[in-house]
Each structure stands twice: as C-alpha cells, then as structure tokens.
C-alpha cells in the first residue's frame, strides 16, 4: 500500500517514519527542505508533562495588552482576514476552564504516547540531535501567577504527570545559572522527567535515514491541488508532476487550511507566529543552563541543545508575515541578558521566525474530516507543540490508515 504524505515538517517526518517501519510504500512531497517551516529554529523543549494550552481563562484580563502593546509576548493584529476573525472568536470561546481541562487532557494524553513513540525513533535512527533528559523549570514571577500554576500543576496531577512547585532556593539548586536571576522567582513548577533536543538535527536524521529505506522525497517541490474522484483522492497535482497513492496524510502546518478548503474541509488552523535566537554558549561553569527553563511572565524559553542555547518565544496572531522585526529579537536578547548573563556572546544571535500552525484550543487535528476524501488523514494543527506531539500524532495518524 502506497501512503503520500504531504509535509516534511517534524509531524510529516514522523508520520513517514511511522509508516515505513511498518512496511508502507512512502512517498513524501514539500515545498522546501525538510524542517524549513516551524519545525527548524523551535523551541526545542519537549514538554511531555507541561502542556497548558494558550486558550485558558487568563486571557480574557490580557485581552487590552494582546490588542494595543507592541511589546506583549502575546499579540494579535486584526487582518482584512475572515480566517482570522472566524478563529480568534473561536479561540476566545475556548478560554473558559472546561474547554482548558478538556485540553490539557487531550494534549497530555498524545505527549505521554509521543515520549514512548520518540523514544522508539531514538532507538531506531539514532539522530545525532543534542538530546537531553535534564528536566525544566516553568518560573513565576509573583504570587497570583504562582496560585494558577499550582492549580494547573494539580489538574496535570491528577492526569499523571509528575511535578512539584519549587521555592526560588529550589530553583537556584537544580539550576545554578539562574542565581542572578532569583529575586525575580517566586516560585517554579520543577518537571524533572522533561527533555530537548535540536527539531532541525532530527528532521535531517529522519530525511537521511529514511530514503535509505526506500522513502521518496519530493523537495522544493509545489503541491497545486488533487485530482478527486468518488470521494477518494487519486492523486495529488504537484509541480514535478502527479503522484497517485492509495492513501494520503496532510501534515502542511498553516497551508493545511488553504489545501483542505479544496478538497471541502474546514481546518481551523491558522499560523502563531513566533521567533527565537541560538546562542553559542560560554564553556564556564554554570554560566548557561543545563535545564530547560520557562519564564512564564516573558513567555520565553531557553533549552540547551549541545553547545547551543535555544531562546524561543512571541506568540503573535498576525496572518502570514514573515518578516523579523528588530524589536523582538531584541527582546528575545534583552530576556537572556536578564535571566542568564553569562549564558554567551550575543553578537551572533541566528534570528529565526516559524508559523506555528495552531487550532482554537490547541489540540492538533488528527484524523478524517467530514466533507473530506476518505482516504485522506489530517495530521496538522499541533501549535507550539509541534516537536512535543509529532510522534504520538504519527502514531495515530498510521493507525488510521492500516487495513483492517
């Protein structure tokens, strides 16, 4: 059986991945090299365990901030866009605590199957990708912050993840780069079983060793349309040419939408724009972290992957533009100047923008749609989760397409 997956994301690897160890004909088709989109300059933590999703009750009081400041982390910028607006109303329906429980559930449920399926990959492939094991810390900046992670710690609690709040000194203790940083910790939430890992380094391990095993790549190759017949797709219009499948997997990140509309699908996915900067770190003792770490306040991230420091944040709803403003990099600079000083040189900060492709809630879309090809499975809409969900989705993904 022949499967042609459209996307060579993480999420698109992954699926190829997935089913050529299961012994499917793979074909993998993208507009650019593997990990060019979202997947390449991430975040780079997988948070297996630490999953709150953006749509939660706090953002009604952000709402002001979202709209009018140009330095919030968190922006939103109305478009002449009816997909905008059609999904910001959605997303703002889903900050209310039950639609944030029913989420956290959902995503903690497909990351622990994504840490098991990961690991599979790792034995498998065995991707020289900086992975790391050492833990994250999501810091808080004053008391009612802190109040909300513990409420949100509980409710993950109670779904199986293990963590625990830490104290400033606790903080300091597990990671000592951040001891010029504590006066402005109230507290932490400590996950200890957390990982990283360079998304980029994996995505090109993937690509190496798959088309080693027989998978065909089609790079910087245009997807055009579909040629649909009786409710299957038989076979998608590219630039280099048609190629037929029995069976497809659309993991496009934000070109999901557009792609979908022609085959009658709705998919609320819409690009959240983020940015991040990769620091060559100083050798010296304690100088940069080990442990990856969330300033929650910044809603920026710092994940060590090998002699490199990652710093990734932003989350802005501002259509498809992928232009990098000075600004916030600088502000991605200016938070690794406040948290970690020493961490390294920042004359050389590799600036890197990424359309996040995110639904409402954040839970990925995975499966067939109504109005859809029944031969065609979605596997996109994994936000900032993308490297995090990228192999339980996979998973789930080949499982829908397995005879029988």
């Known amino acids: 059986m ?24 793979v ?59 059609r999904w910001a ?19 903690l449920a497909l990351a622990a199957r994504s840490r098991a399926a990961f690991e599979a990959m790792r034995a498998d492939v065995a991707p020289d990708c900086d992975f790391s094991a050492t833990g994250k810390l999501v810091l808080y900046a004053g008391a009612a912050s802190l109040a909300g992670a513990q409420r949100q710690l ?21 990671e000592p780069a951040l001891a010029s940083y504590q006066a402005r910790i109230a507290g932490a939430v400590h996950t200890p079983s957390e990982c990283a890992a360079d998304c980029l380094k994996v995505c090109t391990e993937l690509l190496r060793v798959l088309r080693a095993r027989g998978v065909r790549f089609m790079l910087d190759t245009e997807i055009t349309g579909f040629d649909a017949r009786a409710g299957r797709v038989a076979a998608v219009h590219a630039a280099a040419g048609d190629v037929e499948a029995d069976a497809f997997v659309m993991a496009l990140g934000t070109a999901s939408h557009r792609l979908g509309r022609q085959l009658g699908a ?22 940069a972290p080990r442990v990856s770490v969330t300033d929650s306040a910044r809603k920026v991230v710092f994940a060590r992957i090998g002699s ?29 100047r406040a948290v970690f000083p020493r961490a390294g040189r920042l004359d050389a900060l590799q600036p890197w923008t990424g359309m996040r492709p995110a639904t409402p809630t954040g839970v990925p879309i995975v499966g067939r749609l109504a109005g859809a090809p029944s031969n065609m499975v979605f596997n996109t809409g994994h936000g900032a989760l993308g490297f995090t969900l990228a192999f339980g989705s996979a998973e789930r993904a080949a499982e829908l397409i397995r005879p029988g």
């Not at 509980?154 to 597990?174: F, H, K, N």
């Open 2 to 25: 022949h499967v042609c997956v459209l996307g060579a994301g993480i999420v698109g690897l992954a699926t190829a991945w997935q089913l050529n160890r299961q012994g499917f004909q």
């Open 27 to 85: 074909s993998v088709i993208d507009r650019a090299a593997p990990g060019a989109g979202a997947s390449g300059g991430n975040g780079a933590q997988l948070s297996y365990s630490y999953v709150q999703p953006l749509a939660d009750p706090s953002i009604w009081k952000q709402l002001p901030r979202l709209l009018l400041s140009p330095s919030s982390p968190l922006k939103l910028r109305p478009q002449l866009d009816p997909l905008q607006w």
């Open 89 to 107: 109303l959605a997303f703002l329906a889903a900050c209310n605590a039950r639609t944030s429980h029913a989420s956290t559930a959902s995503l």
């Open 154 to 174: 509980e409710l993950q609690r109670a779904m199986g993840s293990q963590q625990r709040l830490v104290t400033a000194d606790e903080c300091i203790a597990i």
């Open 266 to 287: 709705y998919l609320p996915v819409y690009p959240l724009k983020g940015y991040s900067i990769t620091v060559e770190v100083d050798p010296a003792p304690d100088a």
């Open 308 to 336: 490199r420091l990652r710093v990734a944040g932003m989350a802005e709803l501002v259509g498809h533009d992928a232009s990098i403003p000075a600004q916030r990099i600088e502000a991605l600079a200016e938070a690794t």
